[in-house]
């Protein structure tokens, strides 16, 4: 009776260590936005999908990139529950972190758009001077897409038309390029929205197509 006595007192001792080391070990879901870049696909209701980034700064504020724009909010975590709220539409949105860094459960409370999934970009600002980049248009006309990239933020575009030395720009964490192209000679010019998703990958549309494209590092 003695040993059975001392086995519960020692249980009781035990824990609430046993509950402090859990606790404490507990995963920090910050660290797994703070600083992080993203991307993936959305769809407003009744419009086609279209592909998105988003960089969580550490804090506490974010920038959204689509098409249309740049769209600055904040983020915050609760557990490993995200929620991200936006500066001039009010819109928010929630997720839930996984333990292996992924975005899951992903909603938009206003109910205007479904988010089709979000991934982690490891390098956001990889060196794009002096490369070329291939690919073509998955939605819509069969266009073959073809970018250069040059010294300086210039860069020539073959994707219907031929588009040279003309001006882009780069998001803060290096992952969107935008550009609005002027054709040379007649044509029409366009605007370029890409999302570089890896080293070697490139996703985005166009405006003269409206459509989606994905070219790869050469």
């Known amino acids: 009776m003695k040993k059975y006595v001392n086995t519960i007192l ?44 988003m960089h969580f700064n550490a804090d506490n504020t974010l920038l959204w990139s689509q098409f249309s724009g740049d769209y600055t909010g904040r983020w915050v975590v609760n557990g490993a529950a ?25 909603t938009d409370k206003t109910g205007n758009s479904v988010i089709n999934y979000c ?24 266009y073959l897409v073809e970018m250069s990239f040059r ?14 030395n003309n001006t882009y720009t780069r998001s803060p964490s290096g992952a969107v ?16 929205f890409g999302v570089i998703i890896s080293g070697s990958e490139m996703k985005g549309c166009d405006k003269i197509s409206n459509n989606q494209w994905e070219a790869t590092k050469q």
Do not use: H
Not at 21 to 33: P, R
């Open 151 to 164: 010294p300086a933020f210039k860069i020539d575009l073959q994707i219907g038309y031929t588009y040279t």
């Open 177 to 192: 390029i935008r550009a609005d192209i002027k054709p040379v000679g007649s044509g029409a010019g366009t605007t370029l």
């Open 82 to 106: 995200l929620t991200m709220s936006f500066d001039v539409s009010k819109a928010e949105i929630k997720a839930s972190i996984s333990d292996d860094d992924k975005l899951l459960n992903i």
């Open 119 to 142: 991934e982690l970009i490891a390098n956001p600002n990889i060196p794009v001077d002096n490369t070329v980049w291939k690919g073509k248009i998955v939605t819509g006309a069969p």
């Open 10 to 53: 020692a249980i009781l001792f035990y824990a609430p260590l046993l509950l402090s080391c859990k606790k404490d070990s507990a995963k920090d879901y910050t660290a797994s936005i703070a600083g992080k870049t993203w991307w993936g696909v959305f769809t407003y209701t009744g419009k086609d999908a279209e592909y998105y980034s």
